[in-house]
C-alpha cells in the first residue's frame, strides 16, 4: 500500500457547510447551479470549492499551504466567491456539524460516481450522512514521526470535540447531546480511533490487506 509522500511539513483544510435558504432557513439542494457558476472562470469545475454528499452543501477547500495564516487566507478567498453566489439567489452557508431541523430523507445526493458508489455500499448508513464537518490534513516527509504524532493525536481528541461542539439538535429533537454529529458519524464502518499502530510500516500492512481484500479501493476510505 503506498501513501503519497510530502517534501515538506504542509496543511490543507477542508470546510463543508449547508446551504440554506434565507427565507425558511431549510437546506436546498443548490450546489449544482452554484458550483457551475464558480466553474466558468476555471473550466470544468472551481478548483477549490465542491460538491459533497449531499446537494445541500458545499466543500471549500485550500491549495497546499505552509502556514496556518496562508490557509486562513486561502479559504476567505474561495468563501468570499461562493457567499456572493449564494446571495444572488437568496442563499447562505449554514456552518457547523449538523442542520437542526432539516432531515436527510428530504433531499439529494450528489449524482457523482464517489457518492453513489458510498450510497451504494453502505445504503441507510451513507443517507443518513446529512452532516458537515472541518477537516485539517497535515503532510509530514518523515515515516516515524508520521506515526509518532498519529500515536500522541488521541490525547487531544476530546479537548478539540469539547471546543467544536455545534450539533446539539436533529430532525428537529434535542438529542441531549452538544455534539451528535459524531453519534451520526460513527455508524460509519472505518471511523473512531485508529489502532495503536506501533511503526508506519504496520500502517500500511494493516490497509494493504483492506485493499487486498477488496474492502475498500484506498485509504481514503478510512474515516479515523
Given at each position: 500500500?503506498?501513501?503519497n509522500a510530502s517534501p515538506r511539513n504542509t496543511l490543507g483544510i477542508e470546510v463543508e457547510s449547508g446551504i440554506v435558504?434565507?427565507?425558511t432557513l431549510v437546506l436546498v439542494p443548490r450546489s449544482d447551479d452554484v458550483l457551475a457558476e464558480l466553474a466558468e472562470p476555471h473550466g470544468d469545475e472551481h478548483p477549490k470549492a465542491k460538491h459533497e454528499f449531499y446537494q445541500s452543501s458545499i466543500e471549500v477547500i485550500t491549495g497546499i499551504c505552509e502556514t496556518v495564516p496562508e490557509a486562513g487566507a486561502d479559504l476567505r478567498a474561495t468563501f468570499d466567491e461562493?457567499?456572493?453566489?449564494l446571495a444572488k439567489r437568496g442563499l447562505v452557508l449554514q456552518p457547523g456539524g449538523l442542520h437542526p431541523f432539516s432531515a436527510w430523507h428530504e433531499l439529494s445526493v450528489t449524482d457523482k460516481e464517489r457518492y453513489r458508489g458510498l450510497e451504494r455500499d453502505l445504503?441507510?448508513?451513507a443517507r443518513r450522512l446529512l452532516i458537515c464537518g472541518c477537516h485539517v490534513h497535515i503532510g509530514l516527509g518523515d515515516d516515524a514521526l508520521r506515526i509518532d504524532?498519529?500515536?500522541q493525536m488521541p490525547y487531544f481528541l476530546p479537548h478539540l470535540l469539547a471546543l467544536s461542539t455545534s450539533s446539539p439538535f436533529w430532525q428537529g429533537e434535542d438529542t441531549g447531546l452538544a455534539s451528535y454529529r459524531i453519534s451520526v458519524f460513527d455508524n460509519l464502518p472505518r471511523t473512531g480511533l485508529p489502532p495503536d499502530y506501533q511503526s508506519w510500516a504496520e500502517l500500511q500492512r494493516s490497509v494493504g490487506v483492506l485493499v487486498d481484500l477488496g474492502i475498500i479501493e484506498d485509504s481514503s476510505k478510512i474515516w479515523w
Open positions: 500500500m503506498k501513501f435558504d434565507l427565507s461562493v457567499d456572493e453566489a445504503a441507510g448508513v504524532l498519529m500515536r
